[in-house]
């Protein structure tokens, strides 16, 4: 080795000098981004993830809830004949037959108010919201919908009243196979909607019958099918994707 | 004999940002085909010649399949250390005043049409050119660009509502997703040609970007012409 002090007496000796110094430093960089490669997987999982990946997602999520955007805006809607086919995706939680007469929905309001049992005819007593919108489904693929149903902000004040002071709402299908749990802020967006109607139908059964939630305003993963119950709460529930690695906000 | 003596010829700036660049846009390409083939639908279809992005065989030989939630987990980290690095050699380049070597002037884009013959070896002469020769221009600019489009059509796909004007802006939903996946290929058919120039340049051209300097002639009129 050269001292590093004294001058290099040719220019190729000092190229030489230079060249081992950069390749060091550009193996040791390789290194240090493989290491930090490793050290991301090794870490403790949670919720089907790396914990620094879900940290990430949910400082994503905060950040897009906050001052950046905001979480109020509207999404686009579109006219009627810009209506598509929508594939029926999910099927987990429709599996136990349905007997539409005997079906209820189980309404647990916030901190102790009486539990509710509701019939379709209960929620139809609501002002009817309809429009047509972009499902995304986290897949990738998206279609444009007409949905019918009714606000979710109408819903609590009718039948949950001071529910809104709630953080988090949980919906459940009936065998509690599916569940999902949305920040309150989403759930009182003015487009998130208990719907039972598809393109001015009566829903399907593959598509959430009798009554589903669409909330355009996330991934098609957090409207739940065939709702069964629902619950208010400040802890985020359980939520059937965010345990498999997905984003819990999963927000658009 | 000729003297030669050592030019430096990549600033430190431009050179760390490459070289994170790499692995960063590598993880951001592998992340991405992880969510794509949740709903792989593009396919080329000219006349008898089909493509679908992409055959069962690559997803898997590199393992790509079923890793979804996987997928958007690490794209949705590293799309910061893509942007920020990209945003660092921005700023870079306009403060160093290095930018001066990388646009495109008035002839470059006729030029760069020569010296792609000349690289074809369909023209003997290269038209005058200073630090980069003018498809080197072209090319270096036009991955920036790009590099800010996929940053602008992944936020269009990534908070389509939060940015509904942008997505709209760019024809909806459906083309944003489009558009994000045709600038990955993008940089595919750049990486493809890129690595071909760099091995044909040389090795003493491979080793300034690592290094920074070059070894050059004391006499400047032989001054060869670069290509990396």
Redesign the interface.
């Not at chain 1, 805006?73 to 686009?76: E, F, I, T």
């Not at chain 1, 995304?136 to 998206?142: A, D, F, H, Q, T």
């Not at chain 1, 498999?244 to 984003?247: F, I, K, L």
């Given at each position: 080795m050269s001292n590093p002090k004294s001058p290099l007496s040719t220019?190729?000796q000092?190229?030489a000098q230079?060249?081992r110094?950069?390749?060091l430093?550009?193996g040791v960089?390789?290194a240090a981004?493989v290491g930090g490669w490793q050290w991301l997987w090794s870490q403790p999982q949670m919720g089907?993830?790396p914990m620094?990946?879900?940290r990430?997602?949910d400082a994503?999520a905060r950040l897009?809830q906050g001052a950046l955007?905001?979480d109020q805006?509207?999404?686009?809607e579109f006219p009627p004949e810009r209506i598509q086919q929508i594939r029926a995706n999910g099927d987990f939680g429709l599996e136990a037959p349905l007997d539409p007469e005997s079906w209820r929905l189980a309404v647990t309001p916030y901190r102790g108010a009486a539990p509710a049992q509701l019939t379709l005819a209960d929620l139809k007593k609501l002002n009817k919201l309809d429009y047509t919108a972009?499902f995304?489904?986290?897949?990738?693929?998206?279609s444009i919908v007409r949905w019918g149903g009714v606000r979710f902000r109408d819903f609590v004040s009718m039948y949950a009243p001071g529910a809104e002071r709630a953080a988090f709402v949980s919906l459940e299908t009936p065998d509690k196979e599916y569940f999902v749990g949305v920040d309150m802020a989403s759930m009182l967006h003015p487009q998130t909607m208990l719907c039972f109607e598809k393109n001015g139908q009566p829903l399907e059964l593959a598509h959430g019958a009798p009554l589903r939630l669409v909330i355009?305003?996330k991934y098609g993963i957090k409207n739940i099918k065939r709702i069964g119950a629902i619950t208010f709460s400040d802890q985020p529930p359980l939520d059937y994707?965010a345990e498999?690695?997905?984003?819990y906000y999963a927000?658009? | 004999m000729v003297t030669k003596r050592l030019e430096q010829k990549h600033s430190f700036g431009k050179r760390w940002t490459h070289w994170v660049n790499f692995p960063v846009l590598f993880v951001m390409i592998w992340s991405g085909m992880l969510i794509y083939w949740a709903n792989d639908v593009y396919e080329v279809n000219a006349g008898p010649v089909a493509f679908h992005f992409f055959p069962d065989a690559i997803y898997r030989t590199f393992n790509l399949d079923h890793r979804l939630s996987e997928g958007m987990a690490v794209h949705f980290l590293f799309m910061w250390l893509f942007a920020f690095n990209g945003l660092m050699y921005v700023l870079y380049t306009v403060i160093s005043g290095e930018w001066r070597d990388l646009v495109p002037q008035k002839n470059s884009f006729r030029d760069a049409l020569e010296v792609m013959l000349y690289d074809l070896g369909l023209r003997k002469q290269l038209p005058p050119q200073g630090k980069y020769n003018a498809a080197q221009r072209v090319t270096y600019s036009a991955i920036i660009v790009m590099g800010l489009g996929s940053l602008v059509t992944g936020l269009a796909i990534y908070r389509p509502i939060q940015v509904a004007w942008l997505t709209e802006g760019l024809g909806g939903y459906t083309w944003a997703r489009l558009e994000h996946f045709a600038l990955t290929l993008g940089y595919l058919g750049f990486f493809v040609i890129h690595i071909a120039q760099v091995v044909r340049a040389g090795w003493g051209n491979f080793q300034s970007m690592v290094t920074g300097v070059e070894l050059v002639d004391n006499k400047l009129e032989a001054k060869e012409p670069v290509h990396e």
């Open positions: 220019p190729e000092e190229l230079r060249t110094r950069g390749f430093g550009l960089g390789a981004a089907g993830v620094p990946l879900r990430v997602l994503n897009t955007f905001g805006h509207l999404a686009p972009e995304k489904c986290i897949e990738g693929w998206s355009p305003v994707w498999e690695g997905y984003d927000g658009l | -």
